[in-house]
Structures are given as structure tokens and as C-alpha cells.
Nanobody
Framework: QVQLVESGGGPVQAGGSLRLSCAASGRTFSRYTMGWFRQAPGKEREFVAAITWSGSSTYGTDSVKGRFTISRDIAKNTVYLQMNSLKPEDTAIYYC?????????????????WGQGTQVTVSS
């Protein structure tokens, strides 16, 4: 079975940092683009960032550019989201996703596989 398991969420004060991890298992993800989405209470799911499994290309939404960095460790089958300068508006459940269709996930908000999510709460 395919599994994406997120970790690293939690409470943090504004201006602080967190690193989310997404461990992938169950198949070879070499052909999959990995992404992070988030969903705040009462809001639609929002694309955050994505990376090709080779790590050669990344893509991020404007609201997190300069603050969030997506990366991957192929040997560990793990994707990371380093979040710096966090703001209260970054509060959401963060989901890891894997999709074979590439960065189109940013527009479609669809993916072949999803993790269960990890809560990030930023207090002012």
C-alpha cells in the first residue's frame, strides 16, 4: 500500500520556524512530483509548493516564496517543507501529496496520493 506520512507540525510563535517531513513508502516515487498543500478552517485547500522527485525543479505559491523551501532526500524517500518567518495566516493543516502529472497539481489541487495531514498553528 502507498503511504505518505507527514510529521513536524505543531504550535509555534509568529516569526518562528518549523520543518515538515513527508515519508513516502509502498512504491517507487521516482516518477512522481511531490507537493505540499494546506487547508485552514473554513477555507479551500491551497497549494503551497512542489518538487520533482529528482529535485531538479521546484515551484511555490507567491505567498510563501522567500519563506518556505521544499526539498527532498531520495535515499530516505522523504520530502521536506522548511517554513521560516511563520505568520498567523500560515495556520492550517498541511498535507503531503504525490502526483504523476507534475506541477499541474498546483492548478487542479488533485493528486494521486495524499497524506493524513499535520497541524501547524502559528500564534501572534
Amino acid at each position: 500500500q502507498v503511504q505518505l506520512v507527514e510529521s513536524g507540525g505543531g504550535p509555534v510563535q509568529a516569526g518562528g520556524s518549523l520543518r515538515l517531513s513527508c515519508a513516502a513508502s509502498g512504491r517507487t516515487f521516482s516518477r512522481y512530483t511531490m507537493g505540499w498543500f494546506r487547508q485552514a478552517p473554513g477555507k479551500e485547500r491551497e497549494f503551497v509548493a512542489a518538487i520533482t522527485w529528482s529535485g531538479s525543479s521546484t515551484y511555490g505559491t507567491d505567498s510563501v516564496k522567500g519563506r518556505f523551501t521544499i526539498s527532498r532526500d531520495i535515499a530516505k524517500n522523504t520530502v521536506y517543507l522548511q517554513m521560516n518567518s511563520l505568520k498567523p495566516e500560515d495556520t492550517a493543516i498541511y498535507y503531503c501529496a504525490a502526483d504523476a502529472r507534475g506541477f499541474i497539481m498546483a492548478a487542479t489541487k488533485r493528486a494521486d496520493y495524499w497524506g493524513q495531514g499535520t497541524q501547524v498553528t502559528v500564534s501572534s
